[in-house]
């Protein structure tokens, strides 16, 4: 069995995050999809820490990935609310379309969690964000490969492997920024150190 910590660990990281930075403060949730396990996690996560944490989530919307939905979105709180102290996402796919509807609406870009894509990653360090990216690492992919090339030639394996699920901090994100690769492309994709890497990933 092979497996990482799961969806809990990514709304748990966010969802903390913003407590500590956003202390009593307006909290925009935005979804990419309902009905999809692993989201439905990482939001189950977020919302039981958000109960207890003095935050006022004002809003919780789906935007089925969607960047002029986003957007859009955005910009309706902002209106009705006045400010945003933070923004929790449960993917990443978005998260510059909603930090870019603060920029075009003029208002400052509250603490931000989005995920280690390169765009995000980018744009937090060009904007001087306070912001997390936890991370759903790919090494789930790679590691039965792992796992079964120990196997054929008699060495152990975990009965059980946890994969590492890091996340990307303010203290780190520089060391993640790829300029030569694509901005959706994941800076934890567990393939560095894979032969022809980063060509076929470009």
Excluded: N
């Excluded at 969802?15 to 990482?42: H, T």
């Excluded at 870019?100 to 995000?120: N, T």
């Excluded at 993640?176 to 032969?195: K, N, T, V």
């Amino acid at each position: 069995m092979r497996h990482p910590i799961g969806g809990f660990a990514f709304g748990a990281d966010g969802a903390e995050f913003l407590e500590e930075v956003a202390s009593g403060g307006k909290v925009l949730a935005l979804r990419l999809l309902p009905g999809v396990d692993v989201l439905e996690q990482r939001w189950a996560a977020a919302s039981e820490i958000f109960a207890d944490s003095g935050l006022d989530v004002v809003g919780v919307e789906c935007t089925d990935g969607d960047a002029a939905r986003t957007k859009a979105v955005v910009d309706d709180y902002l209106q009705r609310e006045g400010r945003i102290d933070g923004v929790w996402m449960d993917a990443g796919a978005t998260a510059v379309a909603a930090v870019e509807a603060f920029q075009d609406a003029g208002a400052p870009i509250p603490p931000f969690v989005g995920e280690d894509q390169q765009d995000f990653l980018r744009t937090w360090v060009a904007e001087g964000m306070t912001a997390i990216a936890p991370t759903y690492p790919t090494f789930q992919w790679r590691t039965p490969v792992i796992a079964a090339l120990r196997v054929l030639a008699g060495e152990p394996v975990p009965r059980e492997w946890v994969l590492p699920q890091p996340e990307v901090t303010g203290a780190d994100v520089a060391d993640f920024i790829r300029d030569d690769m694509p901005p959706l492309h994941y800076a934890m994709c567990g393939c560095e150190s894979m032969p022809g890497y980063p060509g076929p990933w470009k």
